[in-house]
């Protein structure tokens, strides 16, 4: 089974901390995604990318950054941490999203105090 | 664009009760439809999923049936059990190819009581 693993469960940092948020896929997959999830918000997508050194805007990208180095590894930043930016942030990954959906880290809970 | 309703919650079930809950969607074409589960403390896992109009997917006793004559992908099982106490997603795709987006639902949370 593909593993989507996310380099932490849980973060805590203080406000404006510059924040890193890894994860690592082992199927090489092309795709890879950041949502954060609120509770009556649901999944928002933060950011994405195709490729290599690609990367797209999601729906709420301001405050964030990622990078993508390498085919497996997917970044992402608070460039500088807030208090509105606590949450669970999820990575997933996918190599044909349409037919086969996505597969699921388990998640980066972040406090920002 | 895309969106993806879900019935409000939360939902409190006894055991060996029958489940709906409700999804429907705005797209334009023939998009693909799934539902995720997220158990506590977990990541998201895909449940089943529907590539085309009047596929139904089954998983784990969870069925749901694709009808674009409704817009709707509403998940169902006929017995739930304690272990299926979780969050349920309902999501979208578009047939863009390999390089396609998930829209989400909102999550509805069940909790079955023994």
């Known amino acids: 089974d593909v593993k989507v693993t996310q380099s932490s469960r849980y973060l805590v940092k203080r406000t404006g901390e510059k924040v890193f948020l890894e994860c690592v896929q082992d199927?090489?997959?092309?795709?890879m995604f950041w949502y954060r999830q609120d509770p009556g918000l649901g999944l928002r997508l933060i950011y994405f990318?195709?490729?290599?050194?690609?990367?797209e805007k999601g729906d709420i990208p301001e405050g964030y950054s990622v990078s993508r180095e390498k085919k497996e590894r997917f970044s992402l930043i608070l460039e500088s941490a807030s208090t509105n930016q606590t949450s669970m942030y999820l990575c997933?990954?996918?190599?044909?999203?349409?037919?086969?959906?996505?597969?699921f880290g388990s998640g980066t809970r972040l406090t920002v105090v | 664009g895309n969106s993806v309703t879900q019935m409000e919650g939360p939902v409190t079930l006894s055991e060996e009760a029958f489940l709906t809950i409700n999804c429907t969607y705005t797209?334009?074409?023939?998009?693909?439809l799934f539902w995720y589960v997220q158990y506590p403390g977990e990541g998201l896992q895909l449940l089943l999923k529907?590539?085309?109009?009047?596929d139904k997917g089954s998983n784990k006793g969870f069925e749901a049936t694709y009808r674009k004559e409704t817009t709707s992908f509403h998940l169902e099982k006929g017995s739930v059990q304690v272990s299926d106490s979780a969050v349920y997603f309902c999501?979208?795709?578009?047939?863009?190819?390999?390089?396609?987006?998930?829209?989400f639902g909102k999550g509805i949370t069940l909790s079955v009581r023994p």
């Open positions: 797209a334009t074409g023939y998009p693909s």
């Open positions: 529907a590539t085309k109009a009047d």
């Open positions: 997933a990954s996918s190599w044909d999203g349409a037919n086969y959906g996505y597969t």
């Open positions: 999501a979208l795709s578009q047939h863009t190819g390999a390089n396609s987006k998930l829209t």
């Open positions: 199927m090489d997959h092309e795709n």
């Open positions: 990318s195709y490729d290599v050194k690609m990367k």
